[in-house]
DNA sequence: CTTTTCACCTGAACGC
DNA sequence: TGCGTTCAGGTGAAAA
């Protein structure tokens, strides 16, 4: 379940291993990994044909690579157009060397021109990923591909606003939970990494949003920033066998978790037994002795002329 | 406009 | 053994 750390993983194996290639064929296995390209799977092959792509940039769980201009000096201007991938839930960007067998669900195969290290292979097993080619939003360096434009910045982004944030979240009508995991508000994280957070900064998922004071917003996003760093530091990790790095190799971290997967364990900071609750069609994990839920309060109402009362 | 729900997908694990 | 059910969960369209 790529997450962040996960992408930003692949993102420097892109770096190292495909920037700069020349795109020499493109094979798509499977038309619904990129459904995503609205010009359907030929024009998506034909449009990367004979094209070098740039170094890899990321946002959140996003991935792409801007296509370099052709007839001009490299690095004039900004990219046009750019090559977006989403892993999705079980989305591998691996490098094989030609003629390894394909993979069972090897969706996409790009070939480059050159000898180098092996072709680009899109394995997906769910198909919730994809890859597609769009046009960039002007006047973005980066090759910021336009259907991006409403994915918040990540907290590991050095542009990231760190004042708007707590504000931005204490004005959403919502638990703690849910707001951690709206791509609008914050980007990069997911289940693992929200119930992480959580448990660092001592809060349950069902927090309203409104209860939280900014000081308190500001340690749970400093919490969001430990565990991405110590994940990012651990080579991406992600215990699910599903997931697999550009390279191919597996990053497996579950030691270092202190909440996800760990119901009915001793929480390793009190010692009480964790828990999992259905949440949203998903799992919460959590700690009942240092992660209090919130004291059920009466509903609340507005009404017009009166100010905020209680039912 | 804001917030919530649900479809999309496959395969491992589990219960009977 | 085999069959049906549950679970995993990011995204965005649709609903509320």
Redesign the pocket.
């Known amino acids: 379940?790529?997450?962040l750390p996960e992408v930003e993983v692949v993102r420097r194996g892109l770096e190292r291993w495909v920037s700069g290639r020349t795109v020499a064929a493109v094979e798509v296995l499977h038309p619904?990994a990129v459904?995503?390209h609205e010009s359907g799977p030929r024009d998506f092959a034909d449009r990367l044909l004979g094209r070098r792509l740039a170094v890899p940039r990321r946002r959140?769980?996003?991935l792409w690579l801007p296509i370099e201009e052709t007839g001009t000096p490299r690095g004039a201007g900004s990219p046009t157009l750019s090559l977006l991938a989403?892993?999705?839930?079980?989305g591998q960007l691996l490098i094989q060397p030609a003629g390894t067998p394909d993979e069972?669900?090897l969706r996409v195969r790009i070939s480059f021109t050159d000898e180098g290290p092996g072709e680009l292979r899109f394995v997906d097993?769910?198909?919730?990923g994809g890859l597609s080619l769009h046009p960039c939003l002007p006047g973005e360096a980066d090759g910021l591909p336009d259907?991006?434009a409403?994915?918040a910045r990540d907290p590991l982004d050095p542009a990231f606003d760190e004042d708007a944030f707590p504000t931005a979240l204490r004005?959403?009508?919502?638990?703690v939970k849910?707001a951690l995991?709206?791509?609008t508000l914050i980007?990069?994280?997911?289940?693992?990494y929200?119930d992480e957070a959580l448990w660092l900064a001592r809060l349950h998922y069902e927090r309203p949003t409104a209860t939280l004071t900014r000081p308190r917003v500001s340690e749970l996003l400093a919490g969001v920033r430990e565990v991405m760093a110590a994940a990012l530091q651990a080579g991406g990790t992600s215990f699910?066998?599903l997931y697999v790095n550009v390279n191919g190799e597996s990053g497996y971290f579950e030691r270092s978790l202190n909440a996800?997967?760990r119901a009915g364990l001793p929480c390793r900071r009190c010692a009480a037994t964790m828990r999992?609750d259905?949440w949203?069609?998903?799992?919460s994990y959590w700690c009942p002795g240092c992660q209090r839920p919130p004291r059920a309060r009466p509903a609340v109402t507005r009404r017009p002329g009166t100010g905020i009362r209680s039912a």
């Not at 097993?125 to 919730?128: A, G, I, M, S, Y």
């Not at 004005?171 to 638990?175: D, F, I, K, N």
């Open positions: 379940m790529p997450e619904r459904r995503r959140g769980k996003y989403h892993l999705g839930m079980s069972r669900h097993q769910r198909t919730f259907v991006m409403h994915i004005s959403r009508r919502t638990t849910r995991l709206d791509q980007s990069g994280v997911g289940n693992i929200a699910d066998s996800y997967g999992r259905p949203m069609n998903r799992s």
